[in-house]
């Protein structure tokens, strides 16, 4: 089913293990792939609008939020908006993908 994101990394390198960050875009109308990460990540609204639900509780985000996500916790991403909802991630200690689970039955 996929992840329904594109990702660019911007900084993740194992001679800096503490931190990565990743540029995020989500199209019009389109929700991320329900998943948990293993590692706190936060999330930098840059562009756009949408729904973010973490743990089962849903938030509106625009430009400036700043959502921080624990280890674990189920989350994804809704682009309500009427364009590319673009945003960062900055994944502390860094992201590689043994952290991602994805929380979605294969179809």
Do not use: K
Not at 60 to 79: K, W
Request: contains cysteine; charged residues 25%; aromatic residues 6%.
């Amino acid at each position: 089913m996929g992840e329904r994101i594109y990702v660019t990394e911007i900084m993740n390198a194992p001679q800096e293990p503490d931190v990565s960050l990743a540029r995020c875009r989500v199209p019009v109308g389109v929700t991320t792939q329900l998943h948990s990460l293993s590692v706190t990540e936060w999330y930098m609204i840059e562009v756009g609008t949408g729904v973010i639900e973490i743990d089962g509780a849903q938030a509106e985000v625009r430009p400036g939020d700043c959502l921080r996500i624990a280890p674990s916790q189920s989350q994804r991403i809704t682009n309500t908006g009427e364009e590319d909802l673009i945003f960062m991630t900055l994944c502390q200690p860094r992201f590689v993908p043994e952290c991602y689970r994805s929380l979605e039955e294969d179809l």
